[in-house]
């Protein structure tokens, strides 16, 4: 399935899975008796650097985290904690944040990570040559007040900012590094290990071993990490029912059942919506689109249970939202909206003017399988739309950005309020293609980047309201993503990322 990363990484995943061929960690599963021993991960997603400023999260986050320190973390229901700065706090308007950094933390190198050094790797990945470099788009700049305090400025409040110091966007990397030859597969970080490159083959496998002195012990639950990454699928399952590995984030909900009976426990989460994007709002190429009412009826035709089933094979969850149940503007009651009702479907286009329906270019793609397409196909035509698809194959994501296409399918990630808005609604966003601009969701827009905290939820859950009252997308289901255990490990999954966070994946 297409499911965005980023657009280059997204175009990349499209032509092949990239990774090596199934291998096993040298010391096998984890320790049983709760204390150190070698924890192995599977992942299908290999690293695409290690240089800090240039960095990617989402499947690459183990390897980061494995050697770097964030500014701050996240718990895994999303709430912000301490990293390495012990406070922080803003001013009245939110434009000023001061960090305090903590002292005694040292980088793999020994030299002393302060606040100067956070205050450069601020500065790096805004510059860098990360697909998240958006992430710092409101950094206006960053310094380093004393040793131990960063005032960093923004252009405009974000509320979503604090977050991303706990992702890729907060990594802090050894400015000793920054001009280092080999900075790209050579980490110097304050992180809890470091890498073993007499043991890694870049690209197969990496080793890591753990860092003494490391400023949150307790955080840190095996002597030893390996991630091994295998070429697609069927060879991380293999590699999971011959024990080669503890713990690995899944691809394909029909592996499943085959994963449970080999003793692996599936931990389940939702992380992505899966629907169409009706993407032409204004009527720039699809005419019909404009009216609302023909996307409330795009909306009605759908069976999400019948699809659910189909496509998703029962995993997951019927919705109208793409906000995520995490979210404050999460509304449940939103979800009783745009039942699967035929005939009110047709209603709704008579009144529009499309009483025999209309004609709906998309894009479709081989390397998805034709199920999909065809159930859109089918179930739009009973309504008197009919889809025809033009196969853009590789070029799927580039073309739907283009844009090329007044509506798609696709899997979205379900991020945080405002990372979302300013990814699939507001006038900028990656997938407002055509730069839909409506003045009453402007407006609500903006009442969410201002809005204190006793107001904020409000503000999203209005956002959310238009979007589903205007039928800006029709989705189907929130799916369900899954990470599997063996009987020596647990884990408490992360909201807003694809894989879990190191420290949350512990012995048994």
């Given at each position: 399935?297409?499911?965005?990363?980023?657009?280059?990484?997204?175009?990349?995943?499209?032509?092949?899975?990239?990774?090596?061929?199934?291998?096993?960690?040298?010391?096998?599963g984890?320790?049983s008796?709760?204390?150190?021993?070698?924890?192995?991960l599977?992942?299908?997603?290999?690293?695409s650097?290690?240089?800090?400023?240039?960095?990617?999260?989402?499947?690459?986050?183990?390897?980061?985290?494995?050697?770097?320190?964030?500014?701050?973390?996240?718990?895994?229901?999303?709430?912000?904690?301490?990293g390495?700065?012990?406070?922080?706090?803003?001013?009245?308007?939110?434009?000023?944040?001061?960090?305090?950094?903590?002292?005694?933390?040292?980088?793999?190198?020994?030299?002393?990570?302060?606040?100067?050094?956070?205050?450069?790797?601020?500065?790096?990945?805004?510059?860098?040559?990360?697909?998240?470099?958006?992430?710092?788009?409101?950094?206006?700049d960053?310094?380093?007040?004393?040793?131990?305090?960063?005032?960093?400025?923004?252009?405009?409040?974000?509320?979503?900012?604090?977050?991303?110091?706990?992702?890729?966007?907060?990594?802090?990397?050894?400015p000793?590094?920054?001009e280092?030859?080999?900075?790209?597969?050579?980490?110097?970080?304050?992180?809890?290990?470091?890498?073993?490159a007499?043991?890694?083959?870049?690209?197969?496998?990496?080793?890591?071993?753990?860092?003494?002195?490391?400023?949150?012990?307790?955080?840190?639950?095996?002597?030893?990490?390996?991630?091994?990454?295998?070429?697609?699928?069927?060879?991380?399952?293999?590699?999971?029912?011959?024990?080669?590995?503890?713990?690995?984030?899944?691809?394909?909900?029909?592996?499943?059942?085959?994963?449970?009976?080999?003793?692996?426990?599936?931990?389940?989460?939702?992380?992505?919506?899966?629907?169409?994007?009706?993407?032409?709002?204004?009527?720039?190429?699809?005419?019909?689109?404009?009216?609302?009412?023909?996307?409330?009826?795009?909306?009605?035709?759908?069976?999400k249970?019948?699809?659910?089933?189909?496509?998703?094979?029962?995993?997951?969850?019927?919705?109208?939202?793409?906000?995520?149940?995490?979210?404050?503007?999460?509304?449940?009651?939103?979800?009783?909206?745009?039942?699967?009702?035929?005939?009110?479907?047709?209603?709704?286009?008579a009144?529009?003017?499309?009483?025999?329906?209309?004609?709906?270019?998309?894009?479709?793609?081989?390397?998805?399988?034709?199920?999909?397409?065809?159930?859109?196909?089918?179930?739009?035509?009973?309504?008197?739309?009919?889809?025809?698809?033009?196969?853009?194959?590789?070029?799927?994501?580039?073309?739907?950005?283009?844009?090329?296409?007044?509506?798609?399918?696709?899997?979205?990630?379900?991020?945080?309020?405002?990372?979302?808005?300013?990814?699939?609604?507001?006038?900028?966003?990656?997938?407002?293609?055509?730069?839909?601009?409506?003045?009453?969701?402007?407006?609500?827009?903006?009442?969410?980047?201002?809005?204190?905290?006793?107001?904020?939820?409000?503000?999203?859950?209005?956002?959310?309201?238009?979007?589903?009252?205007?039928?800006?997308?029709?989705?189907?289901?929130?799916?369900?993503?899954?990470?599997?255990?063996?009987?020596?490990?647990?884990?408490?999954?992360?909201?807003?990322?694809?894989?879990?966070?190191?420290?949350?994946?512990?012995?048994?």
């Amino acid at each position: 399935m297409f499911r965005w990363k980023r657009l280059a990484a997204a175009a990349i995943a499209i032509t092949t899975m990239v990774g090596l061929t199934s291998c096993a960690a040298d010391s096998g599963g984890g320790s049983s008796d709760g204390s150190g021993g070698t924890l192995t991960l599977g992942a299908i997603q290999t690293l695409s650097t290690f240089a800090a400023a240039d960095s990617y999260w989402a499947n690459e986050s183990p390897y980061m985290q494995a050697v770097y320190d964030t500014v701050l973390r996240a718990e895994p229901d999303g709430t912000i904690t301490e990293g390495l700065a012990s406070a922080w706090e803003y001013n009245e308007d939110s434009t000023v944040l001061t960090l305090t950094i903590r002292d005694g933390v040292t980088f793999s190198d020994g030299s002393t990570l302060d606040a100067d050094a956070v205050a450069q790797n601020l500065i790096r990945f805004r510059d860098g040559n990360s697909p998240d470099t958006n992430k710092m788009a409101d950094l206006a700049d960053a310094v380093a007040t004393d040793a131990s305090t960063v005032t960093v400025t923004l252009k405009q409040a974000n509320p979503t900012f604090l977050f991303y110091l706990t992702q890729n966007a907060g990594l802090v990397e050894a400015p000793s590094a920054f001009e280092s030859a080999d900075i790209q597969t050579t980490p110097v970080g304050s992180g809890p290990y470091e890498l073993d490159a007499a043991k890694t083959v870049i690209g197969t496998s990496y080793a890591f071993t753990k860092r003494d002195g490391y400023w949150d012990e307790e955080s840190v639950h095996y002597d030893d990490l390996v991630i091994n990454v295998y070429s697609d699928s069927t060879a991380l399952v293999n590699a999971i029912k011959g024990g080669q590995v503890n713990a690995a984030n899944t691809v394909d909900n029909n592996d499943l059942k085959e994963i449970e009976a080999s003793g692996f426990t599936v931990n389940a989460f939702e992380l992505n919506w899966t629907g169409l994007l009706l993407l032409d709002r204004d009527g720039t190429i699809a005419p019909a689109l404009k009216d609302v009412r023909v996307r409330q009826a795009i909306n009605y035709a759908f069976d999400k249970e019948s699809l659910l089933t189909a496509i998703g094979q029962g995993y997951g969850t019927p919705t109208t939202q793409i906000f995520p149940t995490s979210s404050e503007g999460y509304d449940e009651s939103l979800d009783d909206d745009y039942p699967y009702d035929p005939e009110k479907a047709k209603e709704l286009l008579a009144e529009a003017g499309y009483p025999d329906g209309f004609e709906l270019n998309m894009p479709s793609s081989s390397l998805v399988g034709s199920a999909t397409f065809t159930l859109i196909q089918q179930q739009l035509s009973e309504v008197g739309i009919t889809v025809t698809y033009t196969d853009a194959g590789n070029n799927f994501i580039a073309d739907v950005l283009a844009p090329k296409y007044a509506a798609t399918w696709l899997t979205l990630q379900q991020d945080p309020d405002w990372a979302l808005i300013n990814f699939e609604l507001s006038p900028n966003a990656i997938f407002n293609p055509f730069k839909n601009a409506d003045p009453e969701l402007e407006t609500l827009i903006e009442a969410v980047r201002t809005a204190p905290e006793a107001d904020y939820a409000a503000a999203v859950q209005a956002v959310n309201k238009y979007t589903v009252d205007n039928a800006w997308f029709a989705p189907w289901y929130r799916q369900q993503s899954s990470f599997v255990t063996d009987a020596n490990t647990k884990v408490e999954t992360q909201t807003g990322n694809a894989y879990p966070y190191l420290w949350n994946i512990t012995p048994a």
